[in-house]
T-cell receptor
Framework: LAKTTQPISMDSYEGQEVNITCSHN???????ITWYQQFPSQGPRFIIQ???TKVTNEVASLFIPADRKSSTLSLPRVSLSDTAVYYCPHGSSNTGKLIFGQGTTLQVKP | DAGVIQSPRHEVTEMGQEVTLRCKPISGHNSLFWYRQTMMRGLELLIYFNNNVPIDDSGMPEDRFSAKMPNASFSTLKIQPSEPRDSAVYFC?????????????FGQGTRLTVV
């Protein structure tokens, strides 16, 4: 069963750059790579999406190597409000399923 | 658009009672998803609709769970009879195409407590 793997937790300090890496086991040719953020008592929120190379938006950057077996979400200069759970769900372009793992709990400290 | 709207936000019920959770997807979206989130199991996909038709319900835990989407603007998730182990936060999400090149928008969730 194709799935993604990411670290359970990470700690950082305000102002630092945070990089969270995800392994994409058996990613299919047509599948995009997406990342979501979830705050307590809220639903997950889409952050960024890419297919290969690098994508940047106002929130984050996403780096995808040529083999697409992994991806790295980069959060520049994090603040306390970036404390959240970050997910790189596996999506199947065939079935439409979006499967979330346990995510990475990022704790930003002052 | 107000986003994906779920109701109720909180539900407390006694074991054995029927529970119905409701979802209004974003207008124009043709895919709808129901998820369940617990500390132990994380965020689990229960069922997925496309154009109001159930496409994949393999995540529905057992026959006590059922979901319907009578039209493009409304879906329900029903648990009958409810059990304490059903206590969780249930999320509804919608998207405008396949998930692979569009984002999914989640509602605020319904926190269900079965006592």
């Amino acid at each position: 069963l194709a799935k993604t793997t990411q670290p359970i937790s990470m700690d950082s300090y305000e102002g630092q750059e945070v990089n969270i890496t995800c392994s994409h086991n058996n990613i299919a040719t047509n599948d995009y790579i997406t990342w979501y953020q979830q705050f307590p008592s809220q639903g997950p929120r889409f952050i960024i999406q890419g297919y290969k190379t690098k994508v940047t938006n106002e929130v984050a950057s996403l780096f995808i190597p040529a083999d697409r077996k992994s991806s790295t979400l980069s959060l520049p200069r994090v603040s306390l409000s970036d404390t959240a759970v970050y997910y790189c769900p596996h999506g199947s372009s065939n079935t439409g399923k979006l499967i979330f793992g346990q995510g990475t709990t990022l704790q930003v400290k002052p | 658009d107000a986003g994906v709207i779920q109701s109720p936000r909180h539900e407390v019920t006694e074991m054995g009672q029927e529970v119905t959770l409701r979802c209004k997807p974003i207008s124009g979206h043709n895919s709808l998803f129901w998820y369940r989130q617990t500390m132990m199991r994380g965020l689990e996909l229960l069922i997925y609709f496309n154009n109001n038709v159930p496409i994949d319900d393999s995540g529905m835990p057992e026959d006590r769970f059922s979901a319907k989407m009578p039209n493009a603007s409304f879906s329900t998730l029903k648990i009958q009879p409810s059990e304490p182990r059903d206590s969780a936060v249930y999320f509804c999400a919608s998207s405008s195409g396949t998930l692979m090149n569009t984002e999914a928008f989640f509602g605020q969730g319904t926190r269900l407590t079965v006592v």
